[in-house]
């Protein structure tokens, strides 16, 4: 089985090959060339089944419609909580978990993946710290804290380059669980429709960007 | 019935096709309307594009928000099917086994093979690249020239539908005019590239993708491409009026139910199986060409997947269409009395001279590109414009330390959010979370660019494939062992990307997001990323230096052709399936006027 610095750079290779261009990460932002490459073999053996090489595409489907949920209520309520904390509602959009993303995060940890088993480790190991100090310095669990609370926790974790070295893993897991979060709210209407996203819809002639904004930018 | 099963083929075929892809789409097409039987065997499983490419879908509705996984490498919406860097019960193995020389193989089990997914990229070979080594005395000539290939580039680009604009630029070639379609209309990103790169010296062009921008010319487009043949230019027509043009949304590699860019699928296939000349039998794993006793093809032997059992199938000539590493393997476990080294093999030359394309890639952000007003910016989904290699004169003149040339795939926009849109952000945000981060979401979404850099490669000894001595599939038939090294000028032609874009990005007033790479090792993208292998079974002017001729056909065996990427004996830096569509029409021309006389 692949490592998962592995699995990241096969991930971002794969997209750098794809000529559809849009803007995403770059391959090269995580080559390391030491680094152990895929198995000798090249054969995915799935250790749990996942939806496979070819499932219906044209479906929608519920979450949780391939592999079960596993988080229990209160895993739920820190997920809804942290969430909340890193998209709240704003004049835009509402809340990440008021458009599912405790459903995509709970759908995301359960799923058999590699990726994901390791997203999982990461997510439960941080809900256990963040649940232990929000404990140990307000007596309260982090779900139950106001957010002023809650900041104090999440301030020294928030951007893991200045984290102190104590705190690497709960920064490593806050980035994840941001990522994560990001993914789940930005890919939802509500998500799209804060971004002012207009496209996806059939056009019958495609006429390009208005002249005035190209001169406003310098570019007609 | 088109599709038949192994138990109810028409007894014998004029021509067998192993592989349903550009290659072999292109040869089904042209034989079938000049009225040969062929047999067409796909090893993956029936797919009907109109019916299962999810166009419209957004990412909340899939899994996982659509990510990869091993299951979908490309995402849950990409349209292969039964594929990706591993095939479960497909194994095949990469030799030696470290970072930076081995090498990952696509594959897609499915009707229409990669062309389901592929970027579309239509690029023509130029003259210098069919005589490379008559320019700098590197690799091998093709022994044909531009001239040869020219008309089939006109005709492939005119069936299956190509955007571009004219160019006069050194060995970037165009048709004579009225073979491309109108290229898209820029985005925003797209023209701070045109302002930018001039300065640069660097060029840019109109993209080319095969996407309809508009209908395609039914009344007159058929009788340019089948002049005489009444029969084929009715089916033509009809086949055309049928696709439908782009709707400017829903990425094209997810498949496209209208048919508006080319997919084996939905314009080479429809009008071949129209004709009522050709069978298909999916789930129909090739794995040797069997010979008679006067030494040439009569036919393959193939596994049918939903039986089990091994079925022959018998033809007066066979065409090996299944990519060039599979067509390659193909022909190494076809072992007789007669080919103890595999069939064609007489040169020892099966297998080698593997070749892929040069990646490497820089993005960035743009301050200026920041905070924009809502624009659908879908457009034709990539490549309104690219940049081809400009510095010919200067690689002629011995002004660079690597001897070839690359192309950019240039792209930026406010497409549709995905997963991985605001991962990592925290380079831009350092760290925000809260409505500050919902505010920096809607500042810098859409103001991100990427360059990918798409380079020739000179072949080299160290990347070959071989049968492995051990590994069998769930078949039981032997798999390929991968033998990969890059040569120092992919790798500095790679670091010439990286410091290229650097700069670029830097001159728009951007940021790249990670430092560019001058580690000619580390510059480089490992072999196969790029989806482009090529060669295997090289053409040429002498049997002893090569496995076929200059019309695709093996030299130890009259009636055995190769229509897929493996005759490439050089893999220039433009995608390479125009060129396989090309030279499978220009094969499949060839075979046609063998047979009328009477020579297979």
């Not at chain 2, 038949?4 to 040869?27: E, K």
């Not at chain 2, 996407?211 to 009444?230: C, E, F, I, M, Y």
Request: net charge neutral; aromatic share 10%; proline share 8%.
């Amino acid at each position: 089985m692949t490592d998962r610095r592995t699995t990241i750079k096969l991930v971002l290779a794969a997209a750098a090959a794809m000529p559809a261009l849009r803007a995403r990460a770059n391959y090269n932002d995580n080559l390391e060339p030491g680094a152990s490459p895929p198995g000798n073999l090249r054969q995915f053996e799935p250790t749990m089944r996942g939806y496979g090489p070819d499932p219906d595409l044209i479906k929608a489907y519920e979450r949780g419609a391939f592999w079960p949920l596993t988080m229990n209520a209160q895993q739920r309520q820190l997920a809804a909580a942290l969430s909340d904390l890193i998209i709240p509602a704003d004049e835009h959009s509402p809340a990440a978990s008021a458009v599912g993303v405790v459903d995509f995060l709970d759908e995301w940890i359960s799923a058999p993946y590699p990726q994901q088993r390791e997203d999982r480790d990461t997510v439960l190991q941080g809900f256990t710290w963040l649940d232990g100090e929000a404990r140990h310095r307000f007596e309260q669990p982090f779900a139950k804290l106001h957010e002023a609370k809650q900041r104090t926790i999440c301030d020294p974790i928030c951007n893991a380059s200045r984290a102190p070295t104590d705190l690497q893993r709960p920064a490593q897991f806050f980035a994840t669980y941001r990522n994560l979060t990001a993914a789940g709210f930005y890919t939802t209407l509500a998500g799209r429709k804060d971004l002012q996203y207009i496209g996806n819809v059939a056009l019958t002639h495609f006429d390009g960007p208005p002249v005035e904004l190209l001169k406003k930018l310098g570019l007609a | 019935m088109p599709f038949v099963t192994a138990s109810n083929q028409r007894g014998s075929y004029d021509v067998i096709i192993v592989g349903s892809g550009a290659g072999g789409g292109q040869a089904a097409y042209t034989l079938c309307m000049e009225g040969v039987r062929v047999l067409m065997l796909e090893a993956g499983r029936q797919y009907t594009p109109a019916s299962e490419s999810p166009m419209f879908q957004t990412p909340d509705m899939a899994p996982l928000g659509g990510a990869d996984t091993p299951d979908k490498n490309k995402g849950f919406y990409d349209g292969t099917v039964d594929g990706g860097w591993d095939v479960p019960g497909e194994p095949y193995v990469s030799l030696p086994d470290k970072w930076g020389s081995h090498f990952t193989w696509w594959r897609a089990r499915m009707l229409g093979g990669r062309t389901n997914h592929w970027g579309r990229i239509s690029l023509r070979n130029g003259p210098y690249d069919f005589k490379p080594r008559s320019r700098d005395g590197l690799g091998f000539d093709w022994p044909i020239t531009y001239d040869d290939v020219a008309p089939y580039y006109d005709k492939v680009e005119m069936l299956i539908g190509v955007y571009g604009g004219e160019t006069s630029l050194e060995n970037t070639p165009a048709g004579p005019g009225g073979t491309l379609l109108p290229p898209p209309k820029p985005i925003v990103s797209d023209y701070l590239l045109m302002k930018y790169a001039p300065r640069f010296d660097i060029p840019v062009l109109p993209g080319r993708r095969a996407v309809l921008t508009r209908a395609q010319d039914h009344r007159t487009v058929p009788g340019k491409l089948h002049p005489g043949n009444t029969r084929a230019q009715k089916i033509l027509a009809e086949a055309m009026r049928k696709r439908s043009p782009c709707l400017w949304a829903t990425p094209c590699g997810r498949g496209c139910a209208v048919a508006a860019n080319y997919q084996s699928t939905t314009v080479h296939l429809p009008p071949a199986l129209a004709t009522g000349n050709l069978d298909i039998i999916t789930n129909a794993m090739v794995y040797e060409v069997t010979v008679g006793k006067n030494g040439r093809a009569n036919g393959v032997r193939f596994v049918d997947a939903t039986t089990g059992r091994h079925e022959h199938a018998t033809a007066r000539v066979v065409v090996l269409g299944a990519s060039a590493c599979e067509s390659a393997r193909i022909l190494l476990n076809s072992k007789s009395s007669q080919f103890p080294n595999g069939l064609g093999n007489s040169s020892g030359l099966v297998g080698r001279y593997v070749l892929d394309t040069v990646g490497s890639s820089v993005s960035g952000q743009i301050p200026l590109l920041e905070s924009l007003p809502p624009l659908n910016e879908d457009a034709a989904d990539g490549l309104q414009v690219y940049v081809p290699w400009w510095l010919y004169k200067q690689q002629l003149a011995h002004k660079l330390p690597f001897p070839r040339g690359y192309h950019i795939e240039y792209g930026g926009g406010r497409g549709m959010p995905s997963v991985g849109t605001f991962s990592g952000f925290e380079w831009l945000t350092g760290g925000s979370y809260g409505k500050k981060f919902k505010e920096d979401a809607r500042r810098y979404y859409g103001s991100f660019i990427g360059f990918d850099g798409r380079g020739a490669m000179v072949p080299n000894d160290n990347c070959y494939v071989d049968i492995d001595p051990n590994v069998k599939d769930r078949f039981g038939i032997p798999v390929l062992r991968f033998h990969w090294q890059w040569g120092e000028y992919e790798q500095r032609q790679a670091v010439h990307m990286q410091e290229t874009f650097g700069a670029v990005i830097e001159a728009m007033g951007g940021r790249v997001r990670s430092p560019v790479v001058t580690d000619p090792v580390k510059a480089i993208a490992p072999g196969g990323y790029m989806i482009h292998e090529v060669g295997g079974t090289i053409m040429g002017a002498e049997a002893r230096s090569s496995v076929t001729n200059r019309w695709s056909q093996t030299w130890d065996v009259p009636n055995l052709f190769v229509a897929d990427g493996g005759v490439f004996p050089y893999n220039a830096d433009k995608n390479p399936t125009l060129t396989i569509m090309a030279l499978s029409w220009r094969m499949s021309d060839h075979i046609l006027d063998r047979m009328r006389r009477r020579e297979v």
